[in-house]
């Protein structure tokens, strides 16, 4: 029987696993190993980060069920093996990977998922100091550092008000700025508050953030932020970060209780240790139109540990869950059709969509036809296709109970 290895169960790895499984009968044996034993969701990371008082260790729990999926029930009745392991050595010519336990896991066809890791772009303090932003464990510290700083406010041991500094003003970064605003709004009114109570700072390096998509767009985002009071610093590079400061180019000094640190992704340093992988400067692995890793033969690579340039843009299709998803189905059908004497399919990237939440019930989104939609609506639309995916994944009860756990959850700073 024909052995398929998936390393690593994130959007792009889960995704090719489920297709191989719809699509071959019998005909291989599927096994898909990553570290963890849940699937992250991590677009909603930044609500597990800012949502209001979770350090009670039962709600914490819960929370992490909520963008934390087993993978035993997404595998379940599904002929895919799954194997919880830390991956510590992968050797190309053999096909065969080595788990931190000793395991020897060979293969004919090798899929490798492992997605990226933060960047801290070489500036000092970044990884001693800052919180990083990147799984569910540190949301969870980010959470309780919170947490922390709240209940001591209310002790009357801290007087001042509560600062953070954000480093970052991409998606990820945006999103928790304004769902942490709101959170420490609802802190604010159930206190009785009426004055100021915290000072929210998102530095942006660039000259404008998210450089992406329209004026129009960004002004809608950014006029968001300053209504839930988010100070938004522009043409901001930082120097260096300590655990409560974050000191400019510019020479600036800016001093919080916490820094966050969401500036961006690099390739899995893993990657390097991988005898014969090509990969980009960057550090991803180079594939063909097809998503082989160049110059090997029934290996693949999906996501974000992996390079592909537009061929319409000459631009690096960007790091996404959905394009992840994409490319895992691309691969599924690519070895389908390799196995039964077929042509393979080219991947057709497309990434024209997104959708950013901006805090509580609002997000805005450029939609299919750009089709523009903010606020409300805006939030709706995110929901619907955060069900979509989990209805994708999970059978539909269960799609349908973690979604009504995220929404109960979820809403509770709005
Ligand atoms: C905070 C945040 C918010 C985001 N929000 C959005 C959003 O709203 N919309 C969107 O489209 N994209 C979003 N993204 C980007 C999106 O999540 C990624 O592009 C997507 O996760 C990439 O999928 P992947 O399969 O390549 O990697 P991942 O989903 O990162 O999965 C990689 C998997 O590999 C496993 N792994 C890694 N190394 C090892 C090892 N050595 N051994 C075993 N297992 C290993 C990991 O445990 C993980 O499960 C967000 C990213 C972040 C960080």
């Given at each position: ?67 934390c ?8 009745g ?46 000092p ?26 209940k ?81 610093m ?11 400061f ?12 916490m ?54 843009t000459?631009?690096p ?13 691309v691969?599924?059908?690519?070895i ?16 024209g ?13 450029h ?19 955060d ?20 929404i ?7």
């Open positions: 029987m024909t052995k398929i290895l998936i390393l690593g169960g994130g959007f792009g790895g889960v995704r090719c696993a489920l297709d191989l499984d719809k699509k071959f009968k019998e005909q291989a044996q599927i096994t898909l190993v990553d570290r963890n034993s849940y699937h992250l969701f991590l677009p909603s990371l930044y609500e597990v980060a800012a949502i209001y008082e979770t350090n009670k260790d039962p709600f914490t729990v819960k929370m992490r069920k909520t963008v999926i087993p993978y035993k029930d997404i595998f379940a599904k002929k895919i093996n799954f194997i919880q392991a830390e991956i510590s050595a992968v050797d190309l010519k053999e096909k065969s990977v080595r788990t931190k336990g000793g395991e020897i896991l060979s293969c004919d066809y090798l899929v490798i998922a492992l997605g990226s890791q933060t960047a801290d772009f070489g500036i303090g970044v990884r001693e100091y800052a919180y990083q932003f990147k799984n569910i464990d540190d949301a969870v510290a980010i959470n309780v550092k919170i947490g922390k700083l709240i001591k406010m209310d002790s009357g041991e801290k007087m001042d008000l509560l600062k953070i500094l954000i480093g970052g003003a991409g998606f990820s970064g945006i999103e928790f700025a304004a769902e942490i605003s709101c959170c420490v709004k609802k802190i604010c009114r159930e206190r009785g508050m009426r004055d100021k109570h915290a000072i929210i700072t998102l530095i942006e390096a660039g000259p404008k953030i998210l450089p992406m998509v329209s004026d129009s767009e960004r002004n809608i985002i950014s006029k968001r932020l300053t209504e839930l009071g988010v100070v938004l522009e043409n901001s590079p930082i120097e260096e970060v300590g655990a409560s974050v000191k400019l180019k510019s020479g600036q000094i800016l001093e919080g209780d820094v966050v640190w969401t500036a961006g992704i690099k390739a899995n340093e893993f990657l390097k240790s991988i005898a014969g992988l090509p990969v980009t400067d960057r550090g991803k692995i180079i594939v063909d139109e097809n998503l082989l890793v160049q110059g090997w033969k029934n290996i693949f690579a999906v996501g974000d540990n992996q390079e592909f340039i537009d061929p319409k000459q631009k299709v960007p790091a996404l869950a959905y394009t992840a998803v994409d490319q895992g189905k691969v599924a059908g690519n389908y059709n390799i196995l039964n004497g077929k042509n393979t399919e080219a991947y057709k990237p497309y990434y969509v997104w959708i950013a939440p901006v805090g509580g019930k609002f997000s805005s989104a939609l299919w036809g750009g089709w523009k939609v903010s606020g409300f609506a805006g939030w709706i639309i995110r929901e619907l296709v069900l979509r995916y989990l209805v994708s994944i999970l059978p539909f009860r269960k799609a349908i109970a973690v979604f009504r756990q995220e109960t959850m979820f809403t509770k700073n709005d």
